[in-house]
C-alpha cells in the first residue's frame, strides 16, 4: 500500500529577498512561486507520502491549463471558447515538475529510493469544457472535449517521457455531477491513455452513486475517489467491488473539505475496510481532494495520519 495525495497544496507567493533574486525580479525572470514548490514538495516528503505532486501552486485548475491552449481564451477569471482548440503552445507543467523531482532528490541525498516518486498532474478535457463557456466554432461541447483531449494528449506524452512520473493522473471533477456526456468522457480519456508510456489515474471527487459504473469503463490504471468526507462511497464500492478488480483506487481517507485535522480512528477504521473490499496491494492512500484551502500544518498533520495508518498495515 502506497500512499500520494491529490494535488494542490496550500502555497503562497514570495517576493525576492536575496540579491540573485532581486536581479531576476528586475530582469522579469523571477518566479515567485519555486519556494512554495520546494515548501509542498518537503512538506509532503516530511509527512512520508510516496507519491508527490508539485503541489499546484500556480493557481486554478483550469487556467494553469487553458493559458497555454489556442482556442482558448480568460477574461476576469472565467474561460471562453473561441476557436478550434488547438495543441498547446508551450510545455506547461514540465519545469515545475522537473523542479519538484529534483527537490524530492536533494531531499533523499541525490537520488529517488524506489518506491517514491513523483506524479504529473492534468486537468481533464471535460472538466475544463464544462467550466469554459462556448462563444464560437463549436456547436457543442462534446467536440470541444475530443479536441481538447487532444490538446492535452501532447502534455501528456511529454511529462511521461520528460519527467518519467510514477503515473500520470487526470483531474476529472465534473464526472460525478451528471452533467457530463459519458461516452465522450470515455472516448476523452481514451485519447490521453492511447500510447502513454506510464500509468495513467483518474480523480473524480463528489458522490459516485450515479457514475461508479461507468467510471469502472474508463480506461484508466488508478480511480480514485472520495470516502473521507461523504458516507455514500465506500457502500458504493463495496456493492461494485468485482468491477474495478482490473484497477487500482485512490482511496481518498481524509477529510479535505474540513480544515481540522481528521480523528486517526476515523482513518484507521476506514482503511480497514479498503483493505477488506479491494486489497492492500490496490490501494493508494490520499486525501479526498487537493488541500491548497487547508492551513500549511494542518494539510501537514492530514497526511502524517494517513501515512502512520498506512506504515501500520503495511507493517502488520
Ligand atoms: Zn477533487
Do not use: W
Not at 497544496?9 to 523571477?30: A, H, I, M, V, W
Not at 469502472?216 to 480514485?224: A, E, N, P, R, Y
Not at 490520499?286 to 484551502?293: E, F, S, V
Request: glycine share 8%; aromatic share 6%; charged share 30%.
Amino acid at each position: 500500500m502506497k500512499s500520494t495525495v491529490v494535488g494542490s497544496f496550500p502555497s503562497r507567493e514570495s517576493s525576492p529577498s536575496n540579491f540573485k533574486d532581486k536581479l531576476l525580479n528586475t530582469f522579469g525572470s523571477y518566479d515567485p512561486f519555486k519556494q512554495a514548490i520546494k515548501d509542498s514538495v518537503t512538506s509532503q516528503l516530511d509527512a512520508g507520502v510516496d507519491i508527490i505532486s508539485d503541489g499546484q501552486v500556480r493557481g486554478d485548475m483550469v487556467s494553469i491549463f487553458t493559458e497555454y491552449i489556442p482556442g482558448m481564451k480568460i477574461e476576469e477569471g472565467n474561460t471562453f471558447i473561441v476557436g478550434k482548440i488547438r495543441n498547446p503552445t508551450q510545455e506547461i507543467s514540465i519545469k515545475d515538475l522537473q523542479y519538484a523531482k529534483k527537490v524530492m532528490a536533494d531531499y533523499y541525498g541525490g537520488k529517488i529510493p524506489e518506491g517514491k516518486g513523483i506524479k504529473g498532474i492534468i486537468t481533464g478535457p471535460n472538466t475544463i469544457v464544462h467550466s469554459s463557456r462556448i462563444t464560437s466554432f463549436y456547436k457543442n461541447k462534446e467536440d470541444a472535449i475530443i479536441d481538447l483531449a487532444h490538446s492535452l494528449k501532447v502534455e501528456a506524452d511529454a511529462i511521461a517521457k520528460k519527467v518519467k512520473p510514477s503515473y500520470i493522473q487526470i483531474d476529472e471533477p465534473f464526472l460525478s455531477t451528471g452533467m457530463v456526456d459519458m461516452k465522450t468522457a470515455r472516448e476523452a480519456i481514451g485519447i490521453i491513455k492511447d500510447g502513454l508510456e506510464v500509468p495513467l489515474g483518474m480523480h473524480v471527487c463528489g458522490i459516485l452513486k450515479d457514475a461508479f459504473k461507468d467510471l469502472t469503463k474508463f480506461d484508466v490504471d488508478i480511480l480514485d475517489f472520495e470516502f473521507a468526507g461523504n458516507n455514500v462511497n465506500l457502500g458504493v464500492l463495496e456493492e461494485n467491488a468485482s468491477l474495478i478488480s482490473n484497477k487500482k483506487i485512490g482511496f481518498g481517507c481524509v477529510d479535505s473539505s474540513v480544515n481540522t485535522v481528521d480523528d486517526i480512528e476515523d482513518i484507521d477504521n476506514l482503511v480497514s475496510k479498503a483493505i477488506e473490499i479491494v486489497g492492500k496491494d490496490n490501494i493508494l492512500l490520499d486525501p479526498d481532494c487537493g488541500l491548497r484551502r487547508a492551513p500549511e500544518d494542518v494539510a501537514f498533520e492530514k497526511l502524517r495520519l494517513m501515512n502512520q495508518i498506512k506504515d501500520k498495515y503495511n507493517n502488520s
